[in-house]
């Protein structure tokens, strides 16, 4: 079955630190698409990246970076020099079948001026 | 572009009224939506897919008589709370994809905060 598991529920930082978040995936489908969000305290999810099971490339988009393993089954997304807007609840997804997203558990970043 | 949007934003009820919940894609179409609950402190549970024109499907341990899901158009899904009890406190999220777009890709809409008194 398919699973996201985001081990660190809660991470503190003091800012412009960095910080990884981790992620590790469970699926035995060979096409599958790996997501972050971003939920911050008014709620509303905001799309931080999309990455099909073909592309292990790196990605790079300003002080955000995700490095995505195929061998470790891991995606894991790092914030360089974090800034206090970066506090909020990461989310990690994997889409199954029918664009149905399974969410990961969320890691809690608190970025400490 | 690609804008989703909720209406309530937030409600509060008491219990056993039924309190339904829009989503709209705003600039797009929508052949699919979905329908999403987060409890305090939790994650996103998939609760329902919902298909324009068709019935929508529900996942395991989802009751459908009690959370009604219409999908009548390309750009409205409506989930209706029937009955709502304590419990049904949430924060609900939908989503949307667009009909035609790149797959997997959904658009979600700032959530309806639900509580039941």
């Known amino acids: 079955a398919q699973k996201v598991t985001q081990a660190q529920t809660e991470i503190s930082v003091v800012e412009k630190e960095d910080v990884t978040l981790d992620c590790v995936y469970e699926?035995?489908?060979?096409?599958?698409?790996l997501f972050w969000y971003k939920q911050p305290p008014s709620g509303e999810l905001v799309f931080l990246i999309r990455?099909?099971?073909?592309?292990?490339q790196n990605e790079i988009s300003g002080r955000y970076s995700w490095n995505f393993q195929k061998s470790t089954s891991s995606f894991n997304f790092t914030i360089t020099a974090s800034q206090v807007v970066d506090s909020a609840v990461y989310f990690c997804a994997l889409s199954e079948g029918y664009n149905k997203l399974i969410f990961g558990t969320g890691t809690l970043l608190a970025v400490q001026p | 572009g690609a804008v989703v949007s909720q209406h309530p934003s937030w409600v509060i009820c008491k219990s056993g009224t039924s309190v339904k919940i829009e989503c709209r894609s705003l600039?797009?179409?929508?052949?699919?939506m979905f329908w999403y609950r987060q409890f305090p402190k939790q994650s996103l549970m998939l609760m329902a897919t919902?298909?324009?024109?068709?019935?929508?499907?529900?996942e395991q341990g989802v009751e459908k008589d009690k959370f009604l899901i219409n999908h009548a158009s390309l750009t409205l899904s409506t989930l209706t709370v029937t009955s709502a009890h304590p419990e049904d406190s949430s924060f609900y999220i939908c989503?949307?994809?667009?009909?035609?777009?790149?797959?997997?890709?959904?658009?979600f809409g700032p959530g309806t905060r639900l509580t039941v008194l």
């Open positions: 919902s298909n324009e024109g068709s019935k929508a499907t529900y």
């Open positions: 990455r099909n099971s073909f592309d292990e």
């Open positions: 989503s949307a994809l667009p009909a035609g777009g790149l797959a997997d890709t959904q658009y």
């Open positions: 699926t035995r489908d060979t096409t599958y698409y």
């Open positions: 600039d797009f179409q929508a052949t699919t």
